[in-house]
T-cell receptor, first 113, second 116 residues
């Protein structure tokens, strides 16, 4: 089955700093890749996705590129804000009609003013 | 357009009891999945329903069961509750296989279950 590994947290940054959260995956076939964000006390919100190799997903200043050669999907943002403080989850499905997502353990990001 | 809605938001049960959680999918979605998220962990897939049948199942015991109704809404039932069942239970929905956006899953805000 699939597995997703993302960098251990917590990550603490100052406002306007550069963010990278690493994510690698193992999968059979060609998964679609996702980043979800979870704000305190809330459910999961889709942040961005990529469905095939070399695709770049982007949203709200965040971006991630599907790298098949390194089986990675690292999340980046050039200038973080206090409001970006949340837990970020990397996830993979098995593509096609398979709706089962495999998640990483999550990375807690705290951005200080 | 309402998103995925779940009820109840929070509940407390005693060991050995049974619980039923409810989910209404996003409009236009007919596939529903359930996930368990323990504190500090990523969500774990429980099962998926489509056309009122369980289509896929994760590594969860038979104490976890579900149902999907003709209007696509779904229930998750957990019998003989254990302390370790305390978690956030997330419902997710997605469109028909092959439809636009069918590989994207949308989550509700979850039901927090505490077993004491």
């Amino acid at each position: 089955g699939n597995s997703v590994t993302q960098m251990e947290g917590p990550v603490t940054l100052s406002e306007e700093a550069f963010l990278t959260i690493n994510c690698t995956y193992t999968a059979t076939g060609y998964p679609s890749l996702f980043w979800y964000v979870q704000y305190p006390g809330e459910g999961l919100q889709l942040l961005l996705k990529a469905t095939k190799a070399d695709d770049k997903g982007s949203n709200k200043g965040f971006e991630a590129t599907y790298r098949k050669e390194t089986t990675s999907f690292h999340l980046e943002k050039g200038s973080v804000q206090v409001s970006d403080s949340a837990v970020y989850f990397c996830a993979a499905n098995s593509g096609g009609s398979n709706y089962k997502l495999t998640f990483g353990k999550g990375t807690l990001l705290t951005v200080n003013p | 357009d309402a998103g995925v809605t779940q009820s109840p938001t929070h509940l407390i049960k005693t060991r050995g009891q049974q619980v039923t959680l409810r989910c209404s999918p996003k409009s236009g979605h007919d596939t529903v999945s359930w996930y368990q998220q323990a504190l500090g962990q990523g969500p774990q897939f429980i099962f998926q329903y489509y056309e009122e049948e369980e289509r896929q199942r994760g590594n969860f015991p038979d104490r976890f069961s579900g149902h999907q109704f003709p209007n696509y809404s779904s229930e998750l039932n957990v019998n003989a509750l254990l302390l370790g069942d305390s978690a956030l239970y997330l419902c997710a929905s997605s469109p028909l296989p092959g439809a636009t956006g069918s590989n994207t899953i949308y989550f509700g805000e979850g039901s927090w279950l505490t077993v004491v």
